[in-house]
């Protein structure tokens, strides 16, 4: 099961066995509590240098020794996730995976909740252009350079699901 | 004695408020420096881009030369994109659909660069303060907090290195203290001996094999059909213009709006050319996406980095100026 959650982190699950466990996990705590500890884990790491290639499988099977929790568990009561798996390359719009996690830890380090669930059609090519178009004017550009330009990148249409 | 308390109390109040728009203007200052930095820094690195739970990493190149401003980024995760930035042209490489996107800006000198009237307005929407030291990437930063004074806006933490400014760490949070997106260096090395091959893209683009789009963008200031009525506070119009796009039949109207740290772009097109479905909005990282149709003819895409509130509400309250005032 435990497996399966990490599996589900790394967009590896088909959108059948994917849902399912989602359905799962909003009534098993253990399983919640897992998805909690993975993304605790995620978070602290992603502070750090990742240079070792397979970090995130070499770690996952490290993880899976160790019995302990590591993050303390959730302030409120779990909430219902929600998820949308991206589309496949030949279907010319995009879907976006938004799922997040509250931990306990004050600070801007939780990841967002997404609230806003994407309505109506997907995101189109289209708007991936517009993205580009609106980069070129805001000043967030002009702080970063270039980098904000990876939101275009990481987001084709073309993109199949990771 | 009294009197005495209130001379004290008072010049305390007035010291500590001048402290505070010292500490603010100073803050403010490394905004400035950080878009110098930049734009003059020879660099490169390597840096993750968080968003959800999503986390892409990707190379960048920065030079600057004689000839300009040149980056380059390069996507590590998933399949290999790329973009290239010479000056005002940015061409978008996408080697699965083996498509390059082509987006130049005629009229203006080089990318946005944050001007004096833009900083010091920061500071009327934001509290803006230096935090304490953090180290990224190897390099000594400098924190900058800027918290947002409404909730048409969200905070951003930056981190920036302390000798050049150059942003290692830029958070953008919103009202829930949560993490919308992050862009983290995990390695750069500032003032690095750039080559020209580096900001080269890694693949060959043959013509016949490879489709080329081209955007062609013609500059005309005030000159749309459209207006918004009633942008949240702060957001002044900083650029109007129309765009012909490659596949739409008729030009495409764009407006920006900024409170001078966050930006509000608006696409208004045609109907018949949109490819754009159904209405809704949706979100990328710290980017909301609002799309609606207005009237019978017209669809109207509003994106930025800030809340939904705020696109919304541009977009809810956008007219079209160009014809009778009943038209919504």
């Known amino acids: ?162 | 004695m009294k009197a005495v308390i209130l001379v004290l109390t008072a010049t305390a109040a007035i010291g500590s408020a001048n402290l505070f728009a010292g500490q603010q203007e100073d803050a403010l200052e490394w905004l400035e420096k950080a878009a110098s930095a930049a734009r003059k820094l020879d660099y490169h690195g390597t840096f993750v881009y968080q968003h959800g739970s999503q986390v892409d990493t990707s190379r960048v190149f920065h030079l600057s030369d004689a000839a300009g401003d040149h980056a380059r980024l390069v996507a590590l995760d998933g399949p290999p994109r790329e973009i290239v930035r010479n000056n005002d042209e940015i061409r978008c490489y996408y080697p699965e659909t083996k498509t390059v996107k082509i987006e130049r800006r005629t009229g203006r000198a080089s990318f946005p660069a944050l001007v004096p009237e833009q900083i010091s307005r920061i500071g009327e929407y934001y509290r803006v303060k230096k935090g304490g030291m953090d180290r990224v990437a190897g390099y000594d930063c400098q924190l900058i907090f800027l918290k947002p004074k409404d909730s048409f806006r969200y905070g951003r933490v930056f981190c920036a290195e302390s000798k050049s400014g150059l942003l290692l760490k830029s958070k953008t949070i919103n009202d829930k203290d949560q993490v919308m997106e992050q862009i983290t260096f995990i390695e750069v090395h500032i003032g690095a001996d750039i080559d020209r091959d580096m900001l080269e893209p890694s693949f060959s683009v043959a013509p016949g094999e490879w489709k080329i789009d081209r955007s062609a963008v013609s500059e005309t200031v005030g000159g749309t059909e459209w207006g918004v009525q009633s942008p949240p506070p702060g957001f002044k119009k900083i650029q109007e213009m129309k765009r012909n796009v490659e596949g739409k039949t008729a030009p495409v109207s764009h407006l920006v709006f900024s409170d001078g740290l966050a930006a509000v772009s608006v696409f208004v097109e045609p109907l018949a050319s949109s490819t754009i479905a159904a209405p809704g909005v949706s979100q990328q990282g710290a980017i909301n996406i609002y799309t609606r149709s207005v009237g019978e003819d017209y669809r109207a895409t509003v994106l930025g980095e800030a809340p939904p509130v705020t696109v919304m509400q541009i977009g809810n309250s956008l007219t079209h100026t160009g014809k009778s005032a009943s038209r919504p």
């Not at chain 1, 330009?149 to 987001?155: D, F, N």
């Open chain 1, 1 to 162: 099961m435990k497996s399966e959650v990490s599996a589900l982190m790394d967009g590896e699950l088909d959108e059948k066995t994917a849902a399912a466990l989602l359905a799962q996990m909003k009534q098993e705590d253990e399983l919640l509590a897992s998805w909690n500890t993975f993304h605790a884990i995620s978070d602290a790491l992603h502070e750090t240098y990742l240079h070792s290639p397979h970090f995130r499988e070499k770690f996952r099977e490290r993880l899976a020794k160790e019995p302990t929790i590591l993050a303390p568990p959730p302030r409120r009561s779990p909430k219902p996730l929600t998820y949308l798996l991206s589309a496949a390359a030949s279907i010319a719009a995009v879907a976006f995976v938004f799922w997040s996690v509250q931990f306990r830890d004050s600070g801007p380090t939780q990841l967002a909740r997404q609230e806003t669930v994407l309505k109506g059609a997907p995101q189109s090519v289209s708007v991936n252009d517009y993205l580009i178009a609106h980069q070129e004017f805001s000043p967030s550009t002009a702080m970063q350079g270039v980098a904000p330009y990876v939101r275009t990148v990481s987001l084709n249409g073309a993109d199949p699901v990771r």
